[in-house]
């Protein structure tokens, strides 16, 4: 079975669609979504519908959990606030109730297992191999799978455990074995922070034990117009210009 992982779409419907445009190239059909599908961006519906109507398996990630009024939103920075106060505004009621209705957590077909920033709290972040560390401990009796994905760093890594270290591997493929525990983020589709401002996928072939990660040119310019057209703050454009 070959999987698809995306992450982090933040309401960034060009993004999807260039994604789901490779997908649909690729011929595959199983996609798993690591959460925040809204957020930022100005298409929270559209791209709810798309992700329902392809059946798209999602878990929730912090901004989906903010919107949905299930967490507080303090920490969030202006930007960030911005946007969810307009995506509230604008949300679908039978939307709201597809958020509200999302897991924290998957076990995926026996195969892996995902979450959104740790194991055990959808706000943090897993940023270098102590926290991967942390995380490896955390998934103990959780998934017999020695195969997690994770999101909302919106940067495209892998951490590889074993025997309490962690080795950290950037590379655009990765080959599974046994020796290992591993921890992958896809990237972002929709709000990329490595750099590179294409929308970011990985694709899992559960049958070659193989990860595979790719990257999609969209209308970054049409997503930015929308954003100024509704007021949003003119920052959050000009992230996706830089990948950042």
């Known amino acids: 079975m ?41 298409n929270p519906n559209e791209c709810i519908d798309l992700l329902r109507a392809r059946k798209v398996r999602s878990i929730m990630g912090n901004h989906d959990s903010r919107v949905a009024g299930l967490d507080n939103s303090d920490d969030f920075n202006y930007q960030a606030l911005e946007a969810l106060d307009w995506t509230r505004d604008n949300l679908m009621s039978e939307n709201l109730e597809y958020l509200k209705a999302l897991p924290r957590t998957l076990n995926v077909d026996g195969r892996f297992f995902i979450f959104h920033g740790w194991v055990n709290d959808t706000d943090s972040y897993i940023f270098g191999a102590n926290d991967a560390l942390k995380n490896f401990k955390h998934l103990d009796g959780k998934t017999d799978s020695n195969l997690c994905f994770f999101g909302h760093t919106h940067v495209a890594i892998s951490y590889l455990g074993s025997d309490g270290t962690v080795k950290i591997s950037a590379d655009s493929s990765l080959r599974l074995t046994n020796r290992y525990n591993y921890l992958v983020n896809p990237g972002s589709v929709g709000q990329p922070r490595d750099r590179d401002p294409r929308a970011a996928f990985a694709v899992y072939d559960s049958a070659a034990g193989s990860i595979e990660f790719h990257r999609v040119e969209y209308d970054i310019k049409k997503t930015v117009d929308k954003i100024l057209a509704v007021g949003l703050s003119k920052r959050i454009g000009e992230r996706l210009k830089l990948g950042w």
């Open 2 to 42: 070959r999987y698809v992982l995306i992450s982090d779409l933040h309401s960034n419907l060009e993004a999807l669609e260039a994604t789901f445009e490779r997908i649909d190239m690729l011929g595959l059909t199983e996609i798993v979504c690591l959460g925040d599908i809204v957020g930022y961006n100005t």
